[in-house]
Nanobody, 127 residues
Framework: QVQLVESGGGLVQAGGSLRLSCAAS????????MGWFRQAPGKEREFVAG????????SYADSVKGRFTISRDNAKNTVYLQMNSLKPEDTAVYYC????????????????????WGQGTQVTVSS
């Protein structure tokens, strides 16, 4: 069983920054890709960023490229999402996700390849 606990969400003005953290339980964290998804009201949950198991590859949605950075610290079982130049359209609940594929080289997660989700953390960007 794996538990993912997000933190760091909040209210920020447009142009501001936030850093999300996701702490994972379990000894196998370092063997799996991790990622962040988000879901805005009335919209489907969408992929935001992913990082492969050893941190050598990252992927981003086009809408956040150049503004968001994903990273991981396997010694701390934690994955991070640094969000800069935030826009009102970034407002959503952000979910941490663990990929189900053992030591996959890809950093691109899909909803169908996620086996564990965090509870979500709200990010609100005001204009």
């Amino acid at each position: 069983q794996v538990q993912l606990v997000e933190s760091g969400g909040g209210l920020v003005q447009a142009g501001g920054s936030l850093r999300l953290s996701c702490a994972a339980s379990g000894r196998t964290f370092s063997s799996y890709a991790m990622g962040w998804f988000r879901q805005a009201p009335g919209k489907e949950r969408e992929f935001v960023a992913g990082i492969n198991w050893y941190g050598g590859s990252t992927s981003y949605a086009d809408s956040v490229k150049g503004r968001f950075t994903i990273s991981r610290d396997n010694a701390k079982n934690t994955v991070y999402l640094q969000m800069n130049s935030l826009k009102p359209e970034d407002t959503a609940v952000y979910y941490c996700a663990k990929d189900t594929r053992l030591r996959a080289t890809t950093s691109r997660l899909e909803r169908g390849t996620v086996d564990y989700w965090g509870q979500g953390t709200q990010v609100t960007v005001s204009s």
